[in-house]
């Protein structure tokens, strides 16, 4: 991916993100607040905890909502280069390809953490936007 798209590869991440969440405002808040709390995990922590973190800290339907942030995220970090993640259901083995393939490279480890913030930060204001559009 070039210098240039990462914005496009950002806005399309965030789209992905929210795509499947529910036309309600209980679901929009939900999706805001998973999506609020895994951008602060990002900028505090990194790539590797923004991983551990929205599957580690949901329950009930924001499961789904998790998975598709983690899921997202992977592949954005794979557009800008990254090979060998692991997109398996074995946490372990995503934890793992994480640390070898991102962690290990500082240069590769500060870019993805700045897309995953940009895309993360689309994804907040698309779950804000979409709340405020509906009624119940």
Same mark, same amino acid.
């Given at each position: *991916? $070039?210098?240039?798209?990462?914005?496009?590869?950002?806005?399309?991440?965030?789209?992905? !993100? !929210?795509?499947?969440?529910?036309? $309600?405002?209980?679901?929009?808040?939900?999706?805001?607040?998973? !999506?609020?709390?895994? @951008?602060?995990?990002?900028?505090?922590?990194?790539?590797?905890?923004?991983?551990?973190?929205?599957?580690?800290?949901?329950?009930?339907?924001?499961?789904?909502? /998790? #998975?598709?942030? %983690? /899921?997202?995220?992977?592949?954005?970090?794979?557009?800008?280069?990254?090979?060998? @993640? /692991?997109? =398996?259901?074995?946490?372990?083995?995503?934890?793992? #390809?994480?640390?070898?393939?991102?962690? #290990?490279?500082?240069? *590769?480890?500060? @870019?993805?953490?700045?897309?995953?913030?940009? /895309?993360? !930060?689309?994804? %907040?204001? #698309?779950?804000? =936007?979409?709340?405020?559009?509906?009624?119940?």
């Amino acid at each position: *991916m $070039t210098p240039l798209d990462l914005d496009l590869g950002a806005a399309k991440t965030a789209q992905a !993100i !929210i795509k499947d969440v529910e036309f $309600t405002k209980k679901a929009a808040k939900a999706a805001e607040d998973l !999506i609020t709390k895994t @951008l602060a995990v990002v900028q505090e922590n990194g790539p590797y905890a923004a991983i551990v973190f929205p599957c580690a800290n949901t329950n009930g339907g924001e499961k789904d909502l /998790a #998975s598709s942030v %983690r /899921a997202n995220l992977l592949d954005l970090a794979e557009q800008l280069g990254t090979t060998g @993640l /692991a997109k =398996s259901d074995d946490f372990r083995k995503i934890l793992d #390809s994480v640390i070898k393939n991102v962690c #290990s490279d500082l240069d *590769m480890l500060l @870019l993805v953490k700045q897309a995953w913030e940009q /895309a993360l !930060i689309y994804a %907040r204001h #698309s779950a804000k =936007s979409l709340k405020a559009r509906v009624e119940v």
